[in-house]
């Protein structure tokens, strides 16, 4: 089983800040991985898949990268509205899914 | 609009048994695999199950394999999760959630319904 892992697992940052978030596989993985925001108290929602697709309708600010072991979250410019915690999640043949810890992101 | 509603939800002794279900509509259900994911109180998100469209190809996380069953009806735009054996440490929200197919991401989630297993 590959383990995932992400950092930091909470951040506070100023509104207009750019924030990183990362995930890594314990071993080189495809670029099945994908990004989810939960708002507290709400369900998950996908915004990006296949490591750095964004899904239609999310913001712009919002990009995925990487690729093999190390991927990244990025939010360009913090909004008040993306207080939230963000899993990353991997897809490992054969049917085999497993999401990251999370990251609990607050405003400054 | 894609909806999917999940029941069978409920308070549980240790060692009994819940089927959970999921009605779907809004989009083409044997488009899709499906999938039910997991969140304990507090706790980040598990995935559980998965099946493909035509139910050939079925997975399980290992901290259940052996004492749930998933399965699916296309005649009936239905999931349902079958829980036996049940512990403590299945107490969470059941999401229903829907992947693209061989896309390997989850699409759109239900609201989830609640399953507590204690005595």
């Known amino acids: 089983d590959i383990q995932m892992t992400q950092s930091p697992s909470s951040l506070s940052a100023s509104v207009g800040d750019r924030v990183t978030i990362t995930c890594r596989a314990g071993q080189g993985i495809t670029n099945y991985l994908a990004w989810y925001q939960q708002k507290p108290g709400k369900v998950p929602k996908l915004l990006i898949y296949?490591?750095?697709t964004l899904k239609s309708g999310v913001p712009a600010r919002f990009s995925g990268s990487g690729s093999g072991t190390d991927f990244t979250l990025t939010i360009s410019s913090l909004q008040p509205e993306d207080v939230a915690t963000y899993y990353c999640q991997k897809y490992n043949s054969p049917l085999e899914f497993t999401f990251g810890p999370g990251t609990k992101v607050d405003i400054k | 609009e894609v909806q999917l509603v999940e029941s069978g939800g409920g308070l549980v002794q240790p060692g009994r048994s819940l089927r959970l279900s999921c009605a779907a509509s809004g989009f083409i259900f044997d488009d899709y695999a499906m999938h039910w994911v997991r969140q304990a109180p507090g706790k980040g998100l598990e995935w559980v199950a998965s099946?493909?469209?035509?139910?050939?190809?079925?997975g399980y996380a290992d901290s259940v394999r052996g004492r749930f069953t998933i399965s699916r009806d296309n005649a009936k735009n239905s999931l349902s999760l079958q829980m036996n054996s049940l512990r403590a440490e299945d107490t969470a929200l059941y999401y229903c959630?829907?992947?693209?197919?061989?896309?390997?991401?989850?699409?759109?989630w239900g609201q989830g319904t609640p399953v507590t297993v204690s005595s």
């Open positions: 099946i493909s469209w035509n139910s050939v190809s079925i």
């Open positions: 296949a490591a750095s």
């Open positions: 959630v829907t992947e693209p197919t061989e896309q390997y991401y989850f699409e759109s």
